[in-house]
Every structure is written in structure tokens, then in C-alpha cells.
């Protein structure tokens, strides 16, 4: 089955700092990929559209300078949150769709900003 | 927008059935099913597609009512492996395949 591979699945940073999440589609190609936040015990809720090649479409109140989005091949997308407060601590995790079958998710990164 | 999802929460005891709704206001092309465990990402279990159909997944199937755009996941004969947060996610036609998640429902199997 399809494979999602994303890294790092914690990391610690400090305030102010930078950080790069990765997203790797294994076994197929992915024109398309997904960016998911999660609080705990909170739904799933759609940040950004990964589009391979162009621009990524943000949701609405998603600070598109704040999360860059590079979606440079067909296999991998990043996530990078700029200038991190606490309050982006969150588990953020990618999905890709092979195929018309449902969509498979990363393992998902916590990320805890001090 | 995000579909509805009930009931919130649900406690079972092994070997007891469950229904777990979804629905949307929206037209939607497909209905997903997932599963997430605490502090993992979610696992797919099912999508229907638009047309009606009805699937099935071991002891976990699910509907979907094109007209009502609703959705609705059965577990059978519960294990404890199916406790976790179940999501149903929503793609609406020209929705450039983006899933919109429900709130999620959590359940618990006990022995």
C-alpha cells in the first residue's frame, strides 16, 4: 500500500527559531499533498494545499509567511514554520492521495516550541 | 465546512455493536473513514464513493446516502483493538480533492 514517510516525528525548538518538516510520498508520486495541525483532542484541520510545481493554497487564517510550503518534486513536500511561537505547538501532519484510494497520512510531527 | 459527526464519545464492551454518523449540508463525491490512536496519525479504513454503496472492512462497514449526505460507520462484534478517535472526512464535487475532517468520535472497548 501506499507509503507516507515524514520527519522529524518530534522536534523541540526554541521561540523565534525555524523549523523544516518533511513529507515523502515512498512508493508513489504525489502532484498533491495535504498539511494537517492538530491540537490535542481536536479534529484534523486543513492549513495548507501542496501543489507540485506552483504555489501552495493556504486556508483561510493560515499565515502563508509564516508556514512555507515547497513542493519541489513529485515525491516530497515541506512544511516550514517560520519565527515559531508557543502557540504553534502542535502535532502537524502531511497526507497524499495514490490513486483515488483514500488518503494516506505521515506519522505526524510534534512540535513543542520553548 | 466541516460535516457533523455523532455521537462525541461511546463506550463498549467487547463484543458490542456501534453506529457512528456523519453528515454533511454540502453536495459531497466521497465520505472517508479513519482512525486514529492517541499520539499516531490517523489510518484509513474506508471510502465510499457517490452512488450509495456500501463497503466493508473486517467487522467495520459503512453506507453512504448520496441524498442525505450522510455517512454511517458499523462496527460489529467490537474488539478491544478498535478503541481510538474515528474521523470521517468529506470531499465535496470540485473540491480539488480536499477532505474536510468531522470532530471525531472516540471509542472505547473494554473487556
Known amino acids: 500500500g501506499a507509503v507516507v514517510s515524514q520527519h522529524p516525528s518530534r522536534v523541540i525548538c526554541k521561540s523565534g527559531t525555524s523549523v523544516k518538516i518533511e513529507c515523502r510520498s515512498l512508493?508513489?508520486?504525489?502532484?498533491?499533498m495535504f498539511w494537517y495541525r492538530q491540537f490535542p483532542k481536536q479534529s484534523l484541520m486543513l492549513m495548507a494545499t501542496?501543489?507540485?510545481?506552483?504555489?501552495?493554497?493556504?486556508e483561510q487564517g493560515v499565515e502563508k509567511d509564516k508556514f512555507l510550503i515547497n513542493h519541489a518534486s513529485l515525491t516530497l513536500s515541506t512544511l516550514t514554520v517560520t519565527s515559531a511561537h508557543p502557540e504553534d505547538s502542535s502535532f502537524y501532519i502531511c497526507?497524499?492521495?495514490?490513486?483515488?484510494?483514500?488518503?494516506?497520512f505521515g506519522s505526524g510531527t510534534r512540535l513543542t516550541v520553548v | 465546512q466541516q460535516p457533523v459527526q455523532s455521537p462525541q464519545a461511546v463506550i463498549l464492551r467487547e463484543g458490542e455493536d456501534a453506529v457512528i454518523n456523519c453528515s454533511s449540508s454540502?453536495?459531497?463525491?466521497?465520505v472517508h473513514w479513519y482512525r486514529q490512536k492517541h499520539g499516531e496519525a490517523p489510518v484509513f479504513l474506508m471510502i465510499l464513493l457517490k452512488g450509495g454503496e456500501q463497503k466493508g472492512h473486517e467487522k467495520i462497514s459503512a453506507s453512504f446516502n448520496e441524498k442525505k449526505q450522510q455517512s454511517s460507520l458499523y462496527l460489529t462484534a467490537s474488539q478491544l483493538s478498535y478503541s481510538g478517535t474515528y474521523f470521517c472526512g468529506t470531499e465535496r464535487a470540485g473540491g480539488y480533492q480536499k477532505v474536510t475532517f468531522g470532530i471525531g468520535t472516540k471509542l472505547q472497548v473494554i473487556p
Open positions: 454540502k453536495a459531497l463525491y466521497s
Open positions: 501542496s501543489n507540485e510545481g506552483s504555489k501552495a493554497t493556504y
Open positions: 512508493d508513489f508520486q504525489a502532484t498533491t
Open positions: 497526507s497524499a492521495r495514490d490513486q483515488g484510494v483514500g488518503y494516506t
